[in-house]
């Protein structure tokens, strides 16, 4: 099977937690580990990719089978031929492993010793400095004290994470990511997160029934980059981008792409707070 970035298959490699896939905002192969193997998530983000998906968090993690399976799947990218016959020439590399998959990934109570494990496998397979450790996590649970240490365990380990962040206003979020967290609760939580750990933004813009997000929505998001900014958060920049994968919600046929113009001006306006911004249109 050819890794593709159209598809993000979790169970491509037949495994439980771990799975392969080629990442647009890597540039190469991304080791996806994913918690939440009962595809239930606190959010329910309308633009998400994971099939049936539901409310709640993942069932107790297996740290033992997690084990194995990274071990299976590091052997054959570091030690065997995986890369080459999997990968398309040019991205043939072991960019990461990351926290990700069907749900938010610190919902899981042995979130800091999956971290721990993580930490342990990439100096065992003599790739520190190599393959960073990355959580990809909407933030919402960062109260929990499992979480702030899982975080700070990361920022040893030279990772980083991704902070989720599409929309900033109460209605934006009910929208888009059906919470009901506050536009000031997700504020708190990124500037805390950028406290613990190298933190990325992460925004996925798109139109709803043909039309993009609306002045009043675009300048709330900016607006809370710049609070951040501004209250200290040590950003390191953002991921900005458009979808690549179908939706696997019941709002799918409503959602389209943005012209990459669209997206520039965007990138734009976040460069000009002083934010470095990756575009994948």
């Known amino acids: 099977m050819t890794l593709t970035t159209q598809d993000h298959d979790r169970a491509a490699a037949g495994l439980t937690y771990v799975y392969p896939v080629l990442s647009r905002r890597a540039g190469g192969v991304s080791l996806g580990v994913n ?3 009962n595809n239930a998530c606190n959010w329910g983000c ?7 998906l539901q409310r709640g968090g993942p ?25 080459a016959k999997a990968v398309p020439e040019g991205l043939r590399r072991l960019n990461d492993i ?23 496998l990439i100096e065992a397979y003599g790739l520190t400095g190599q393959v960073k450790p990355l959580l990809i996590s909407n933030g919402s649970l960062i ?26 206003t109460p209605n934006g979020l009910r929208r888009v990511n059906k919470t009901e967290r506050r536009p000031e609760q997700v504020l708190r939580a990124l500037i805390q997160c950028a406290r613990l750990c190298p933190t ?21 998001y900016l607006s809370m980059l710049r ?17 690549a994968r179908p939706s696997m919600q019941p709002e799918a046929a409503r959602l389209g792409r943005l012209p990459e113009a669209w997206l520039a001006d965007l990138a734009a306006r976040i460069d000009g707070l002083g934010l470095p911004t990756r575009l994948f249109p």
Not at 98 to 120: H, Y
Not at 202 to 220: K, L
Not at 227 to 243: H, I, T
Request: with cysteine; aromatic share 6%.
């Open 46 to 52: 309308i633009y998400c990719q994971v099939p049936n």
């Open 143 to 168: 109260h929990r004290p499992s979480t702030r240490l899982g975080l700070t365990a990361l920022a040893r380990l030279g990772g980083e994470t991704w902070f989720k962040l599409d929309r900033a």
């Open 59 to 83: 069932p107790a993690i297996d740290l033992d089978r997690l084990a194995a399976e990274l071990r299976q799947m590091l052997d054959a990218m570091v030690l065997g031929d995986y890369l």
């Open 200 to 220: 990325w933004v992460q925004t996925c813009v798109f139109s709803i029934d043909g039309v993009p997000p609306e002045a009043p929505e675009i300048n709330a």
């Open 98 to 120: 990351a926290l990700s998959g069907n749900g938010e990934p610190t919902s899981a109570e042995e979130f800091p010793e999956v971290v721990a494990l993580i930490g342990r």
């Open 227 to 243: 609070a951040a900014l501004e209250a200290g958060a040590p950003l390191r920049g953002v991921l900005l981008y458009g979808l």
């Open 35 to 37: 918690l939440n193997v």
